[in-house]
């Protein structure tokens, strides 16, 4: 029954994206800094006297501090400064309503995300999309015969992208993307020892900027049927559907 008192806002909660090109760069670094520490250690036992003593040496020791450096620092900083050099922006926000993520749920996805550099500050003005992949991930570990084996698969995958916008304060740029937690595909978020289900939403600037931008947000899906969502009330923030107005 309605009581006259205005409706309360649905609940939301913006959540920070992870880069995923920091980490690509993290582990390429790690494997050279490996390599060139194996290349110091050969060239620093080297043998000789002189020049010829003292030349490989310093080259090991150039090979390997530069990508060490780097490693420790990717490291050490989460990768956020790396990430920023490496894309011009900075890691996107995206706010979610309703919260929280439950099957059948309909929510309003506000993607954020801020320019530092010259450069990508030129493209405000330019129609930029934001692209997203809300994905269901499933691992299952089982037993052949004497052999463990690990299968992973994506059992949801579903693809919205929008126009972003600039910002209020012109200092970045905005979308607003509608996405849907099926309620009769993947499941809620599990951990278990040999099962797990994991939601994720990929999220990346189209062109020109592409895989450079891509983040991703980790989502536990609550084992609940959003009722609202499924019989069209509150599907849209609380707010009741065309089919329910009519």
Not at 27 to 35: C, D, E, F, P
Not at 145 to 150: A, E, I, P, Y
Not at 220 to 246: K, N, Q, T, Y
Request: net charge neutral; aromatic share 4%.
């Amino acid at each position: 029954m309605d009581d006259g008192r205005p409706t309360p806002a649905p609940p939301s909660n913006v959540v920070e994206a992870k880069p995923t090109v920091a980490r690509i760069v993290v582990i390429v670094g790690g494997v050279l800094a490996v390599a060139a520490a194996a290349v110091g250690i050969l060239l620093w036992n080297t043998g000789g006297s002189g020049l010829s003593y003292v030349a490989p040496r310093l080259l090991g020791v150039m090979l390997f501090v530069p990508l060490a450096a780097l490693l420790v620092t990717s490291a050490t900083s989460r990768s956020v400064t790396l990430t920023e050099r490496l894309t011009g922006w900075k890691n996107p926000t995206v706010e979610f309503t309703p919260w929280p993520p439950r099957l059948g749920r309909t929510m309003t996805a506000l993607y954020r995300r801020q320019a530092i550099s010259p450069r990508t500050r030129r493209r405000l003005q330019t129609p930029l999309r934001v692209e997203t992949a809300l994905i269901c991930e499933e691992w299952v570990e089982y037993t052949v015969g004497t052999d463990t084996r690990t299968e992973t698969h994506d059992v949801v995958k579903r693809h919205a992208a929008a126009v972003a916008v600039p910002s209020v304060d012109g200092t970045g740029l905005e979308a607003v993307l509608t996405l849907t937690i099926p309620s009769d595909a993947g499941g809620p978020t599990i951990e278990l020892d040999h099962n797990r289900i994991r939601w994720r939403l990929d999220t990346r600037l189209g062109h020109p900027f592409g895989k450079r931008t891509a983040a991703r947000i980790d989502l536990r899906v609550e084992p609940v049927l959003d009722l609202d969502s499924l019989i069209g009330e509150g599907g849209r923030g609380g707010e009741p559907s065309p089919e329910a107005e009519s």
